[in-house]
């Protein structure tokens, strides 16, 4: 059974005022939604699970002086040849390399990964070991779970070649369907609960976008549910 306002057996799924700053409105399969609405479905249905960011300071690093300043940090050359910088507020890990190019991950945010990069720098700064300069900070991958409004019939997705990307699913392997979206260019893991793992999408604007026009895809090709067909 499809989600509609006719056969949600819990009513319309929103019913938000027409009087919205952002009263525009746009057609979905299963409801009408204002700009504003869209936003609220964002926060609630989308949690960030991970922003990688790089960084490069254009300058070598002494990761030996690093060790000597920041006792805390974790370096084993003879395993890995980067330095671990740990922060607890925000919560991430950002790598440093003695060419001078940082990689955080951890953050919950594209502006938390900026901010950590930018505190690890003033650290570095403060202690003399590398010279005033910003670093350039670039949002590698995003990676964001969350869920669909129901079930999706997997096999049936899957044979179905014709949803704008390319799919691989192999059930007695991994229960996940892997779905290459061409625009915005990332890739989803859909599990059939509706339960979907977003990764490759370079700001938080793209995981929204890529979600909304998987969900659009899936009711338009009727191989999502309001309940287990």
């Known amino acids: 059974m499809l989600l509609s306002p006719k056969n949600n057996k819990n009513g319309p799924l929103f019913n938000f005022a027409t009087s919205n700053r952002n009263s525009y409105r746009y057609k979905c399969p299963c409801f009408y939604l204002t ?15 991970n922003v990688v960011a790089s960084a490069a300071f254009n300058q070598p690093v002494d990761l030996e002086a690093v060790v000597k300043a920041f006792p805390h ?35 919950k945010s594209e502006g938390e990964a900026r901010r950590a990069i930018l505190k690890v ?8 070991i590398i010279t ?17 409004s129901g079930p999706v019939d997997l096999e049936e997705l899957c ?11 192999e059930p007695e392997q991994f229960p996940g369907l892997m ?8 890739v989803f ?16 604007d793209e995981v ?22």
């Open 73 to 107: 940090v974790e370096y084993r050359p003879q395993v890995f040849p980067g330095l671990a910088f740990r922060l607890k507020r925000p919560r991430t890990c950002t790598l440093i390399f003695k060419t001078g190019r940082m990689v955080c991950t951890g953050a």
């Open 35 to 49: 700009i504003g609405d869209a936003e609220f479905i964002k926060k609630k249905e989308i949690c960030i699970q």
């Open 189 to 204: 893991l859909i599990f059939s609960a509706g339960k979907i793992v977003c990764v490759g999408a370079k700001t938080e």
């Open 179 to 186: 779905y290459r979206m061409k625009s915005p260019k990332v």
């Open 132 to 148: 005033p300069g910003k670093p350039v900070i670039k949002i590698q991958n995003i990676v964001a779970s969350g869920s669909l």
């Open 121 to 128: 720098a003033k650290e570095l700064r403060a202690a003399g």
């Open 208 to 229: 929204y976008e890529a979600v909304e026009n998987l969900r659009r895809r899936l009711e338009e090709m009727n191989v999502i549910f309001d309940e287990m067909p």
């Open 159 to 169: 044979g179905r070649a014709h949803v704008g990307g390319s799919i691989m699913y």
